[in-house]
């Protein structure tokens, strides 16, 4: 979401002196985005690049991305926003190129989540069968599971950082 607008907005709105006091800044600058939240609820905002507003950004939205530069689609004002990645104001093969990027990078990150949970699941199936209790078992098997735990928190991660 560009913010611009609703910066240059807060600052014709505040008198003068409100200026230099941080505080009133912020508490005009909350109002504002309230009634915002208000017309348009945050629940109800589409992340940027999700373009049949599934509430992710895949290969559909690629393909869509894709027919709508080659003119064989036509977006809402609101998709338009959506595809739009690097904020530029125009739609073009520079976004397209910013989804893939998004997509392959999501993938990578959810495949390193799908190997590391079957390194982990095999461990702990040989160490309930007895057949992985030395300490370096053990210590491979907690070495794991950390790298699983951090992969997870990216995977997370990364999906809150592209919107």
């Known amino acids: 979401m560009n913010l611009d607008p609703l910066f240059r907005k807060v600052n014709q709105q505040l008198p003068e002196d409100n200026k230099k006091d941080p505080q ?3 508490t ?3 109002q504002i985005i309230n009634e915002g939240l208000k017309k348009e609820p945050y629940d109800k905002l589409r992340k940027a690049g999700d373009l049949n507003d599934d509430g992710k950004i895949d290969f559909e939205d690629v393909l869509i991305l894709k027919e709508v530069l080659e003119g064989k689609r036509k977006l809402d004002d609101k998709e338009l926003e959506c595809a739009d990645l690097n904020r530029d104001g125009i739609v073009d093969y520079k976004d397209l190129n910013l989804m893939i990027n998004l997509v392959c990078e999501s993938r990578r990150a959810e495949d ?13 199936m040989k160490q309930e069968q007895g057949l992985a209790n030395t300490d370096m078992d053990k210590i491979r098997i907690s070495t794991v599971k950390i790298e699983l735990e ?4 990216d995977f997370i991660l990364q ?4 919107h």
């Open 159 to 162: 999906g809150y950082e592209e």
């Open 28 to 30: 005009k600058l909350d």
């Open 112 to 124: 390193r989540v799908m190997e590391l949970q079957s390194v982990y699941d095999e461990l702990k």
């Open 150 to 153: 951090q992969a997870i928190a």
């Open 24 to 26: 009133k800044e912020i």
